[in-house]
């Protein structure tokens, strides 16, 4: 349902079967009006047939709500138009990131309560990035399906996921419910005549599993998983074929990651082609 131009407060409103949107105030060019059906629509999963409690548990109801609207704008045929929908996201988690997500509702004040909606669509999107879209998809219609209209709450929630993928304490402890951010770094590689040496740092206190990709001067590349437990890794190979460039998360699977800045380095021996085309 459309409101009325001068009703914008009620424009992005759930009630079961009904919701409502607003047109006439709204850019054209942002999608936002797409942007407000498809989270609106969201809540009739969430919590409309979970039945949470949406005042003691609201991550519960806006935020799977949230994580389900903004990924399916991602992955609409005409996306998110101009920007991209998870810098969008990006850019209402950064100023309270250090907010935890999971807190009744009266426990925000100010401005922290939208870390319900954004920290958890971007803790939910990172966890489909780290588990595979497959299996973070069935782990979610099993919470669905086995606590539909059963007032589930977050244990339940929790023990649904882990049931499906195993131990989540890095996004349920480390991120959910507390104040650490998702932040990880290439700090330095380092040539001697026996060794080619990588070492990588956990710089946020979220441990959650990483990808790491290094590249050698003969053009090979190796990927390989870090569980992320220590706060730094190093990784050491032979000197006779020595790592040119190494970078964390390659695939951008860790959508809460803010500073992607350190993410990646290169060696003067990677960019010496490129110098020479003068590019
Ligand atoms: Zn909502």
């Not at 459309?2 to 060019?29: H, K, N, Q, R």
């Not at 005549?193 to 599993?209: E, H, I, L, N, Q």
């Amino acid at each position: 349902m459309d409101v009325p131009d001068d009703a914008t407060a009620a424009g992005g409103m759930e009630y079961p079967t009904l919701i409502t949107s607003e047109v006439g105030s709204l850019g054209s060019g942002y999608r936002w009006l797409a942007y407000i059906t498809a989270h609106e629509i969201g809540h009739q999963w969430w919590p409309m047939q979970t039945s949470t409690n949406e005042a003691a548990a609201p991550w519960l109801d806006e935020g799977l709500t949230e994580y389900t609207g903004i990924r399916y704008m991602a992955d609409s045929p005409r996306g998110w138009g101009s920007g991209d929908a998870v810098a969008f996201e990006q850019s209402l988690y950064a100023a309270q990131a250090s907010e935890p997500a999971t807190l009744p509702a009266w426990q925000y004040i100010n401005g922290a309560y939208v870390v319900v909606y954004s920290k958890t669509a971007l803790g939910l999107w990172t966890l489909e990035g780290v588990a595979g879209t497959d299996r973070f998809r069935h782990a979610m219609a099993s919470y669905l399906t086995q606590y539909r209209f059963k007032h589930p709450n977050s244990a339940d929630f929790r023990a649904a996921l882990e049931g499906e993928l195993g131990d989540l304490a890095w996004l349920f402890d480390d991120y959910m419910s507390a104040s650490g951010v998702i932040d990880y770094a290439i700090a330095q590689i380092e040539q001697s005549d026996v060794a080619s040496t990588v070492r990588v740092v956990r710089k946020g206190a979220v441990r959650v599993p990483i990808d790491i990709l290094v590249t050698f001067s003969s053009g090979a590349q190796q990927q390989q998983i870090w569980d992320g437990q220590a706060t730094s890794l190093e990784l050491k190979f032979p000197a006779g074929n020595p790592v040119v460039r190494a970078e964390v998360d390659p695939k951008r699977k860790l959508k809460a990651e803010l500073n992607r800045l350190d993410n990646r380095i290169g060696t003067w021996h990677f960019m010496l082609p490129i110098l020479r085309l003068g590019a």
